[in-house]
Structures are given as C-alpha cells and as structure tokens.
C-alpha cells in the first residue's frame, strides 16, 4: 500500500508561484513514476508531470516551462513548482503514484488562481 498526502494549495493571484508537496509513505524511488493530475469539477482529469523512478521527467504540453517537478529523497516526498500561474490553472490537484503496477492517488490540494 502507498499513501499520499498532497500539500501546498491555495489561493494566488495571476502571475504568482506556488508550491505543491506530495508526502509519500514509501521510498519515491521504488515507484515506476509519482507525479501529479489536475481536475476541474465536471471535467476529467488532466495529466499535469511526473518523474520516474530513473529521474525521468515528463510534462503536460501546455505546462512545459512554467510548471516543474522535482523530488526529495530524503522526505520521499515530490514538489510541483508553479510559475506565472493562471486562471485556468485553478483546479485540484492530485498526487499519483505507479507502484508495483498499481496506481494510487492523494485526496488532492485546491489551487485558486484568481484576482
């Protein structure tokens, strides 16, 4: 079993940075990939980055450049650095986890993006 517990949302105006955080129960590098989703109420989920096992890391074509992902080790935990955020970025946003061949998911952080 893995559980993870998602940090860091809130309200921001345009343009700011935010942090997010996902705690995860077991050591990040035993999982095939951690990384994170977004949803809007009544829209499906949308693939925001991930970074695999290896350190590969993969992004959604419309956040490559503002949105990072990285990860501590010694935490076991990984961060979605967001940048020069957006309206449309207001959603909730998800931790996921590919391990064993199984997928997990936090309960999700709000981020709000509004003036």
């Known amino acids: 079993q893995v559980q993870l517990v998602e940090s860091g949302g809130g309200l921001v105006q345009p343009g700011e940075s935010l942090r997010l955080s996902c705690a995860a129960s077991?050591?990040?590098?035993?999982?095939?990939?951690i990384g994170w989703y977004r949803q809007v109420p009544g829209e499906q989920r949308e693939f925001v980055a991930r970074?695999?096992?290896?350190?590969?890391?993969n992004y959604g074509d419309a956040l490559r450049g503002r949105f990072t992902i990285s990860r501590d080790g010694a935490k076991n935990t990984v961060y979605l650095q967001m940048t020069s955020l957006k309206p449309e970025d207001t959603a909730i946003y998800y931790c996921?986890?590919?391990?064993?061949?199984?997928?997990?998911w936090g309960q999700g952080t709000q981020v709000t993006v509004s003036s």
């Open positions: 996921n986890a590919l391990w064993l061949q199984q997928i997990y």
């Open positions: 077991r050591n990040i590098f035993s999982f095939t990939s």
């Open positions: 970074i695999t096992g290896g350190g590969l890391t």
